[in-house]
């Protein structure tokens, strides 16, 4: 309904545009009107890979310029016209954009925006080295509508206008779609997203090479607009600057940002260069760096965001905080309390086998030749003093780190090495000890993301979401931002998520961190649900008191090495581990 009643919004919105279109008589502000629909379209391109995705470009100029070349040297030298070549540069876009983003994906954070800049300064001097500094569209007046040459600047207005629907449905419905979440679930929190199942490296080649083929086709459609080609005019800074800036004034990671920022800037631009351009010259630069500055300045995730959040908070909404009642809220279970797991038969099948793990940094043995078993339905402890290697042993375990040595069975099949995404989807669910949760996102997404590693359909996904929600007591959070969320909401949602992927084993890591003494009664019982459910669980905490209630047996590490493994009573009175570990004090408190 509401997808119906923005289309229809959208439609409306497009119809006046195109009247006011019809109405402008002077040829310089219809072709304003056009250039805001290609920056719009642009901006959508850049959106597409950086807002959803967070990995700048400074690169898309690239895209763009081979789309406007590609185009003008199709009509000299094949005699092809635009309308078979703005769909042609859409494939050339994609095809670039999957060649670039191979090797630059390897590169995060200003790394990838630095080295995405280089691509089109490599193809400038390229095509200025060609000799094509200045290539004009040969004129066809025997058939000009055919090589879109026409009289009536308004009827390019129309063709931009429809090309910008075009990228705005695309946009929508990625948004919509599992690949758009992934895309949302890699901007928040990379990790998080691997090891929710998702496979970001494939995601990534899939959104630049969906953004290259739009910036392509708008790139061959503004060769046609403005009838000649040149260098600067495609692959300049200024070109890529413009993509980045309209979507980042307008609003990154919405398919809104761009068409509020080219609206806005576009015309302002063109305006101040019309009436001031001969006596200060290059003054649109300075507008989109006084723009970057006043957004922020204001508004650092740009106008539609801002102006979102505060109309959320005025109209008492999402954004607005906790709000719901705690007497029989999140995390409180039935049968929950403090007593010790009773002793229970464990099933002699052994889901996960680690054997003779090992990896070093540099120098130092972070885990050194670490084996144990852990049988179906256990609950698992791995304790030991800070820095003795519990958390880069579940990250070998979990594949964030590939082992040195050591085998990782999981179900009988040797995982060491393989990535997240690949081990979720063998079973292996994970929790963080810093929370990463997808801020921006609701509970309801925050768990639907977990679950699309075994979902193969959306609504099968909302159901996996839906249960895992119920099962840790998360229902009437479900539609709150995970932004408004206590610490122990939090960690009940990462429990959800992780949950939601129908894992067999889940590998939890300080869950119960940051919490206070009834807030751990309630996640404790949260994890003995899960358990229950029959889900195999190896958890890492220092709470001790709460895990001898919580673990079947324990691993005690030291110095990368496993000191001792046995249960809780006899775990707790071993020398080794009070010597190492639990200290004197808690032994003579707890005798
Ligand atoms: N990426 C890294 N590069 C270099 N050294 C590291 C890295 N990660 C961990 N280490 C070192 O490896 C050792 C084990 O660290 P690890 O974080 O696994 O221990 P831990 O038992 O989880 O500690 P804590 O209880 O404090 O979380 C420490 O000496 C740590 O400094």
Redesign the pocket.
């Known amino acids: 309904m509401k997808a119906f009643r923005t289309s229809l919004i959208l439609l409306l919105a497009a119809a006046a545009y195109l009247g006011l279109a019809l109405a402008v008589e002077n040829s310089y502000h219809q072709l304003i009107l056009t250039l805001v629909l290609i920056w719009a379209s642009f901006g959508l391109s850049w959106n597409m890979l950086s807002g959803y995705t967070g990995l700048v470009s400074f690169g898309h100029a690239s895209f763009f310029g081979l789309g406007a070349y590609a185009t003008v040297l199709a009509q000299i030298h094949f005699g092809l016209s635009p309308w078979v070549m703005i769909p042609v540069s859409g494939v050339i876009g994609a095809l670039a954009g999957l060649l670039i983003g191979l090797p630059t994906f390897r590169l995060r954070g200003h790394y990838f925006a630095l080295s995405m800049l280089a691509y089109p300064l490599a193809l400038l001097y390229i095509f200025e080295w060609l000799g094509l500094q200045e290539v004009t569209f040969p004129m066809k007046r025997e058939d000009p509508a055919w090589f879109m040459q026409f009289s009536d600047p308004r009827i390019y207005t129309a063709i931009a206008l429809a090309m910008l629907l075009l990228f705005i449905q695309i946009t929508r419905h990625v948004e919509r779609t599992r690949f758009g979440m992934g895309l949302i679930a890699i901007k928040q929190n990379e990790a998080a997203a691997e090891a929710a199942g998702i496979d970001t490296l494939r995601l990534k080649l899939k959104a630049i090479a969906l953004s290259g083929a739009i910036a392509g086709a708008t790139g061959a459609f503004y060769a046609v607009v403005l009838l000649v080609v040149t260098p600067i005019s495609v692959f300049g800074m200024l070109v890529s600057a413009q993509a980045l800036t309209v979507a980042m004034f307008g609003g990154v990671g919405t398919v809104w940002g761009p068409i509020i920022g080219a609206a806005i800037l576009i015309p302002l631009g063109e305006i101040l260069h019309a009436e001031l351009g001969s006596r200060f010259p290059g003054i649109q630069g300075v507008i989109l760096g006084v723009a970057i500055v006043v957004v922020i300045l204001v508004a650092p995730e740009g106008i539609f965001w801002k102006a979102r959040d505060s109309w959320r908070k005025r109209s008492k909404g999402l954004a607005a905080g906790p709000a719901i009642p705690r007497t029989a809220g999140p995390g409180s279970f039935a049968g929950a309390g403090p007593a010790p797991l009773a002793r229970r038969e464990l099933s002699d099948e052994i889901i996960l086998d680690v054997q003779s793990l090992s990896r070093s940094?540099?120098g130092?043995k972070?885990?050194q030749d670490v084996s144990f078993k852990v049988r179906k339905g256990m609950v698992l402890g791995i304790i030991?003093?800070?820095?003795?290697?519990?958390?880069?042993?579940?990250?070998v375990l979990n594949g964030f780190l590939r082992p040195d040595a050591g085998r990782v069975i999981v179900n009988g099949v040797d995982m060491a090495g393989r990535k997240p995404h690949a081990l979720c989807a063998a079973g292996v669910g994970r929790t963080f000890?810093v929370m990463r949760p997808f801020m921006r996102l609701t509970v309801a997404q925050n768990v639907k993301v977990g679950a699309y590693v075994k979902a193969r359909t959306e609504p099968e996904a909302e159901s996996f979401a839906a249960r895992a929600i119920a099962q840790l007591g998360l229902s009437d959070c479900a539609a709150r931002l995970a932004s408004t969320l206590t610490t122990k909401e939090l960690r009940l949602m990462e429990l959800a998520r992780a949950l939601a992927g129908q894992p067999r084993l889940l590998l939890l890591d300080?869950t119960l961190a940051g919490l206070g003494q009834s807030e751990i009664d309630d996640v404790i019982a949260g994890i003995r649900s899960l358990s229950a459910a029959g889900i195999t669980i190896v958890i890492?905490e220092?709470t001790m008191q709460a895990m001898v209630r919580l673990v079947d047996e324990f691993v005690v590490?030291d110095h990368?090495e496993v000191l001792v493994v046995g249960q809780p009573q006899a775990i707790t009175r071993d020398k080794r581990v009070i010597e190492a570990y639990l200290g004197k004090k808690w032994s003579a408190r707890n005798a």
């Open positions: 940094f540099g130092l972070a885990v030991g003093p800070n820095g003795a290697g519990k958390t880069t042993l579940f990250n000890q300080e890492i220092h590490l990368g």
